[in-house]
């Protein structure tokens, strides 16, 4: 399986921005799908995932709910990441992470050492 994410650029406080992530092969159905991002000089964080199975359920970290929006589309092995509402300290690369392997508990997939598999990150930097 390998990942390409696009959609980064220069955007201003306030903006819009949609990620999107394509996945090779033809399984992506059966893959939990997450974002994660690295703002400089910090570490890697948890951002949203989707899950494979339950309507594709999805959940986001406190500092992106109700702003930012994952979503899937089976038929285009794309998961999606619409950041509404950008500011200043969402400056990050943002990296999509698919989880191929064997399902496992919701609060587990908020660490990157769920996925097993990672994109090249796309920079998104918000200007203020």
């Known amino acids: 399986v390998q990942l390409q994410a696009s959609g980064g650029g220069l955007v201003q406080a306030g903006g819009s921005l949609r990620l999107s992530c394509v996945a090779s092969?033809?399984?992506?159905?059966?893959?939990?799908m997450g974002w994660f991002r690295q703002a400089p000089g910090k570490e890697r964080s948890y951002v949203a995932h989707?899950?494979?199975?339950?309507?594709?359920?999805?959940y986001y970290s406190n500092s992106v709910k109700g702003r930012f929006t994952i979503s899937r589309d089976n038929a285009r092995n794309t998961v999606y990441l619409q950041m509404n509402s950008l500011q200043p300290e969402d400056t990050a690369v943002y990296y999509c992470?698919?989880?191929?392997?064997?399902?496992?508990?919701?609060?587990?997939?908020?660490?990157?050492?769920?996925?097993?598999?990672w994109g090249q990150g796309t920079l998104v930097t918000v200007s203020s």
């Open positions: 989707i899950a494979r199975t339950g309507g594709g359920s999805q």
């Open positions: 992470a698919a989880r191929t392997g064997v399902r496992t508990i919701t609060s587990a997939m908020q660490t990157d050492t769920a996925y097993d598999t």
């Open positions: 092969g033809r399984t992506f159905r059966s893959y939990d």
